[in-house]
């Protein structure tokens, strides 16, 4: 992932979520479904909404395999702004995935809504808990 900040909020906040390592080539897993990249061709990123608390702001968190990935749902996130706020208000929570279509040749112009991952990302994989568990000193 590309920095400490953003994997913890995808371990803390995203529960159904998990992303492999470089081995890996970085997939996306939620939901039941495994998101490869196939770098500059098809590459994937999570664009999701975040409200800890009542008190605080919404936060927005974006994962995606490059760093194209990450520009092109930042880019995704300012065009569909007021489209995404009305669906979902001001305070809800959501979490899409988006595919950034050859990005060697287009950049982050290409970008285009695979699913709305929102009950998967933010529910608890049904692993979780013992991983979780497992990893407490005990």
Do not use: W
């Amino acid at each position: 992932m590309a920095n400490q900040r953003t994997e913890a909020h995808v371990r803390s906040v995203l529960p159904g979520v998990r992303i492999a390592g470089p081995e890996a080539r970085t997939a996306i897993d939620v939901g039941g479904e495994t998101y490869p990249s196939n770098t500059h061709r098809v590459e994937y990123v999570l664009l999701a909404k975040i409200v800890r608390s009542k008190r605080d702001k919404p936060a927005f968190v974006i994962c995606g395999q490059t760093s194209i990935a990450n520009r092109a749902a930042a880019r995704y996130l300012g065009s569909e702004y007021q489209r995404l706020r009305t669906r979902c208000g001001v305070r809800r929570r959501f979490c899409v995935l988006l595919r950034v279509i050859e990005s060697e040749g287009y950049g982050p112009s290409v970008v285009e809504l695979v699913r709305d991952i929102t009950t998967e990302a933010f529910t608890p994989r049904p692993d979780s808990s013992s991983e979780q568990n497992s990893a407490q000193p005990g």
